[in-house]
């Protein structure tokens, strides 16, 4: 029954994806998983091109995004594989211009909000009493503040611009996060390493750190990805509503200028699509990733994909030796 158990383990940890110990090879961390899963890896493809447009693209294309190259509303052709816009700029200049700052205000949001959720989330779930008791009450202040009223007041009366945006984004976004870091940090302070970090005699930050801290790496990426869609969603969607500086290129104010232009109505779809896709690309690469690192990092995920795979083998197998099986019995 024993070595019964230990083939079906390693049946389904093999099925999963999880090696033995004696198997494991030196690329076995998440780098390496990331890239040898098929969601992750289309994932960071993506987001890769996106960045390289963003670092690159404005010294590759040959027009000024903010000059008036053409006739208003071209279709797309040779000379402007885009189109121009309503006020005859080039639609990809400012496409690939609009990339820079869109997606630097995204990823520093992101990673704002995730150290920010992470100090406050789990101080308040390591140390508990009234720390905790403090910072579970600004968290949920914050949680049940409505985001988007609260977003659109704050950057109205704010100088216009992405790092008031970004900003704002800050300041509405990081209590989810500490939540659920909270959360997280009140279950692993309980646990046997924790207890023996402490009869050792390390200080709080050396355990919170060194300790804690590498078993929500997961998390942590998870959050930050889930923020930074959040960033590059809302900043597009406040400059679309004509909050912020509507001089400065980026794609929300691409999509501001071409519905202040009504160009659905006079049929420029030219000056939406490309914009409107890429930030339906970026935001689908990073969930992508989002959902690559769950499936990777949850067990019951690993778990249930590893009985699933067994169970398709089997049945494989089965479906072969069934005539064999006849044929015998004949």
């Known amino acids: 029954m024993q070595v019964a158990n230990q083939s079906v383990s390693a049946q389904i940890g093999e099925a999963g994806g999880v090696k033995p110990a004696a198997r494991r090879s030196p690329r076995t961390g998440l780098f390496w998983q990331l890239l040898s899963n098929r969601k992750a890896s289309v994932g960071v493809g993506l987001v890769l091109f996106f960045v390289a447009m963003a670092l690159f693209g404005p010294l590759l294309v040959s027009h000024d995004p903010g000059a008036f190259v053409g006739a208003p509303n071209e279709a797309p052709s040779a000379e402007f594989p885009f189109g121009t816009t309503g006020q005859g700029q080039d639609v990809l200049a400012q496409t690939v211009a609009g990339a820079r700052t869109s997606l630097a205000v995204g990823f520093i949001v992101g990673l704002v909000v995730m150290v920010i959720g992470a100090i406050i989330g789990m101080t308040a779930g390591y140390f508990g009493g009234w720390v905790d008791s403090v910072l579970s009450l600004l968290t949920n202040v914050f949680l049940i503040i409505p985001g988007l009223p609260m977003t659109v007041v704050i950057a109205a009366y704010l100088r216009p611009g992405p790092v008031t945006i970004g900003v704002v984004l800050v300041v509405t976004g990081w209590a989810w996060n500490a939540r659920v870091l909270r959360s997280q940090m009140l279950a692993l302070r309980e646990k046997d390493f924790v207890s023996a970090a402490l009869v050792s005699g390390e200080g709080h930050l050396r355990i ?85 690192i769950d499936e990777m990092t949850n067990p019951r995920l690993r778990t249930d994909r590893g009985w699933t795979r067994m169970l398709k083998l089997n049945k494989l197998e089965e479906g072969l030796s069934t005539p064999v099986v006849r044929r015998h019995g004949r």
């Open 208 to 292: 919170i750190f060194r300790e804690i801290l590498p078993n929500m790496t997961s998390l942590l990426m998870s959050g930050f990805i889930s923020a930074t869609v959040y960033a590059i969603g809302a900043q597009v969607g406040l400059e679309f509503l004509g909050i912020g500086d509507v001089g400065v290129v980026t794609w929300g104010t691409n999509l501001y200028w071409a519905s202040n232009n009504a160009a659905m109505l006079t049929g420029a779809w030219w000056t939406v699509v490309p914009t409107g896709l890429c930030v339906a690309l970026i935001a689908f690469a990073l969930v992508l990733i989002n959902f690559a």
